[in-house]
């Protein structure tokens, strides 16, 4: 077991979600208590280990020989669950480690979730199982079901119904309510898992390592993830990279989107919500899809264990109706899907076969399939050989609650499986269990509602695209030492340090006197700006230190006085030293940044605005570092991007430089780790393609105490 608490050793958690024996401490014979469920949930689905209850007041428990003590079985126990209160949770662990258990399932609540002693008790908990090299899951969670295996270790009453066969589609849960109900509601949709595991206030295994564990599974083809909070982004974002390695899709909901809400969170499991917005930029970083509700959870889920991703975005939408059929070219065109025009002469084809059709896509067979429902069929066979399509969803309506009429569109889809084996096919309509059933044996899908089936289609599209991703590293670059400072650096080698690493800054001049001013200013050019050079001024707008377009030295010279008197009546601070830089304005002005993260560290932002950029809010998130290819995906999220590529005869911005700078700025962000509190690149000036960019300010705060030379 690694000491890091941000590695991932998928070796020691084998005992916890494989064991090969299990003892329940605090065993229970009455199966509707908690320490009689996992008996005989564990009994009830046939785990092929032994089973050894732990109870010093039975004999026998559910017709299983009971123990007094886990030091009592005599026997290599692989997984103990603690199913005890708190006051006896810590004296059962500590028996646990003295005859070598491998894994802990902690049922027992009452410790970080409660106070501030309950967190001391939770980490006492934690230190144990690091010194005795045990694997523990909890406390306060309601353990983990391997429905392989049968090891249904827990207690949640939804489990005590199975008998499913497993399937291929991976639970794992901060909260084992949740997991528990989601459990229910898919078995509700005839959904089968491969998995459930619920971490609970997470003293040692946590979310991520059962992520890591699923996208390592070979049973489990998808992963659901429920988040509150978590503390050890770095290690989230390792456990998602072996998945998007591994080419297994991530579904996530994520609490916390708003004020209330992350208040909520925390209360509920003591978990740090940390900020919406990077935890939303992560997931768009590592694909992965964020629901917005357990329906959506569930019918994204489903759709990513039973349907193929589609080899590009074309989609072919065919109808009965009119009004559906437009409802669902909104939704595609909404989820970046393409409905492109069926070729001219697929449309002609389709128009001989029901001459009052609309056949360009959506195509639209019309309510003359009531007098022939042949002619659906034979549609959309046109529509699949001819209209170069990945993807098709057909709307069919309630046609297959009737028996003769499900019959053909099964030996229709039958056929399509056959013929076109890498086309996606997700049918909009009113089915049956059994209808849906034999459609997902064929990797077919079904969904009662058009806009679901046209959702379903762009999850699946968006984790091909995802999963093909490339990403090319930024050209080589100097990491520089950070400068020592007790606080942030000034304007002057804030630039000078950005411009070490690689990104382009202005060329500026320090000055302490007009003489000097005007010196630099013929040097560098008229016009120019001056500004004040303070290090505890940082926001010289705020305070009238700025001066832009000064065109002459009496114009330089006055501007020089005006600013000394305004920044010193404003501020107390008597002003020694100013900058000139040469006055540029031919560009689009962005903000580039880092924020340290409380959960993931170093985060790079953009967003266009300059001086307005908390105003407009239209600002995007990536957890460091990241290439090139990233960098453009990241431009290309603002909303304001038309400006970018030129409005209004405005031309078009380098926005290549602009992906370098954003690059360059990622890598040096990582590797200053924590010893940077925040970078603050703004203005930002995106000049003309072809002309590059350049940062006309900057601000560097490093962290106190965590400077380097």
Same mark, same amino acid.
Do not use: W
């Given at each position: ?26 065993? &229970? ?47 290599? $126990?692989?997984?103990?669950?603690? /199913? ?63 429905? !392989? ?10 489990? /005590? ?32 898992? &491969? ?97 917005? &509700? ?34 669902? #070219?909104?939704? !595609? ?221 009496? !114009? ?56 307005? $950029? ?21 431009? *290309?999220?603002?909303?304001?991007? *038309? ?19 954003? #690059? ?13 509190? &925040? ?31």
């Amino acid at each position: 077991m690694s000491s890091s608490p941000d590695a991932i050793d998928l070796a020691s958690l084998e005992p916890l979600f494989r064991p090969a024996s299990v003892a329940i401490i605090g065993a &229970s014979s009455d199966a509707a208590k908690i320490g009689g469920m996992p008996v005989a949930f564990i009994k009830a689905n046939g785990f092929a280990g032994p089973i050894y209850p732990i109870n010093p007041n039975a004999r026998d428990i559910q017709g299983l020989p009971a123990f007094a003590s886990i030091r009592d079985v005599g026997a290599p $126990v692989d997984l103990a669950i603690i /199913a005890v209160p708190a006051a006896a949770a810590i004296a059962a662990l500590e028996g646990c480690v003295a005859v070598g258990v491998c894994a802990v399932i902690m049922f027992t609540a009452g410790f970080a979730e409660i106070d501030a002693e309950g967190t001391r008790q939770q980490e006492r908990i934690a230190a144990i199982c690091r010194a005795g090299g045990i694997r523990i899951m909890g406390p306060n969670c309601i353990g983990l079901v391997n429905f !392989a295996t049968g090891l249904y270790a827990s207690f949640h009453p939804a489990f /005590a119904d199975s008998g499913r066969p497993d399937g291929t589609l991976g639970i794992v849960t901060q909260s084992g309510a949740f997991g528990g109900h989601l459990h229910r509601m898919g078995r509700d949709r005839d959904i089968a898992f &491969s998995y459930c595991i619920t971490t609970g206030n997470e003293a040692d295994v946590d979310v991520a390592d059962g992520l890591a564990f699923l996208a390592e599974d070979p049973g489990t083809k998808a992963i659901l993830v429920y988040l509150e909070g978590f503390r050890k982004g770095r290690k989230l974002i390792r456990a998602l990279d072996m998945a998007r390695h591994n080419r297994k899709p991530v579904v996530a909901i994520k609490l916390g989107r708003t004020e209330v809400g992350a208040a909520a969170a925390q209360s509920h499991t003591a978990a740090l919500a940390g900020a919406d917005a990077v935890y939303d930029a992560v997931f768009r970083q590592f694909g992965v899809y964020r629901a917005a &509700s357990i329906d959506e959870f569930l019918e994204i889920g489903l759709a990513c264990t039973v349907g193929k991703p589609p080899p590009d975005d074309r989609v072919g939408l065919v109808t009965v109706s009119g009004g559906v059929g437009v409802l669902m #070219a909104d939704a !595609a065109a909404d989820h970046r899907l393409e409905v492109a025009p069926m070729p001219q002469a697929a449309q002609d084809r389709i128009r001989r076969l029901v001459p009052f059709a609309a056949p360009r896509n959506p195509i639209d067979i019309t309510g003359q399939v009531l007098n022939d429902f042949r002619l659906l069929g034979q549609a959309i066979e046109i529509v699949a050989a001819e209209g170069g399509y990945a993807s098709l969803i057909p709307f069919i309506g309630s046609s297959v609650r009737v028996p003769e009429r499900a019959a053909m569109m099964l030996d229709l889809f039958t056929r399509l499986r056959a013929q076109y084996p890498h086309m996606l096919v997700v049918a909009a309509a009113l089915t049956t269990p059994e209808f849906r059933a034999k459609l997902q044996a064929l990797g077919y899908l079904a969904y009662e509602e058009p806009v679901n089936a046209v959702r379903a289609v762009a999850a699946l599209a968006g984790f091909r695209r995802h999963f093909d991703r490339q990403d090319a590293p930024p050209p080589g670059i100097d990491l520089p030492r950070l400068p020592r400072s007790d606080g942030p650096l000034s304007e002057f080698d804030a630039l000078h340090f950005l411009k070490a690493a690689g990104l382009p800054v202005i060329e500026e001049r320090l000055v302490d006197s007009p003489a000097q001013a005007h010196d630099a200013a013929q040097a560098l050019g008229f016009p120019v700006v001056l500004k004040v050079a303070d290090a505890g001024i940082l926001h010289k707008t705020e305070v009238g230190g700025v001066a832009l377009g000064l065109a002459s030295r009496e !114009a330089l010279a006055a501007a020089y006085a005006a600013m000394a008197e305004r920044v010193a009546a404003r501020t107390g601070r008597k002003v020694e030293r100013f900058i000139v830089a040469p006055m540029i304005a031919d560009g689009v002005e962005c903000v580039l940044g880092v924020h340290r993260d409380a959960a993931f560290g170093p985060c790079v932002m953009f967003g266009l605005g300059g001086i307005f $950029v908390e105003a407009l809010g239209d600002v995007v998130f990536r957890a460091a570092p990241f290439g090139l290819d990233e960098a453009h995906r990241m431009i *290309r999220e603002v909303r304001a991007l *038309r400006i970018l590529e030129g409005v209004r005869g405005r031309p078009p911005a380098d926005i290549d430089a602009l992906a370098l700078a954003l #690059a360059r700025l990622s890598v040096l962000a990582a590797s200053l780790g924590d010893a940077i509190e &925040s970078i603050d690149v703004n203005p930002f000036l995106v000049r003309p393609k072809g002309q590059g960019a350049v940062a006309l300010d900057a601000l560097v705060i490093p962290v106190k105490k965590a400077n380097s030379e």
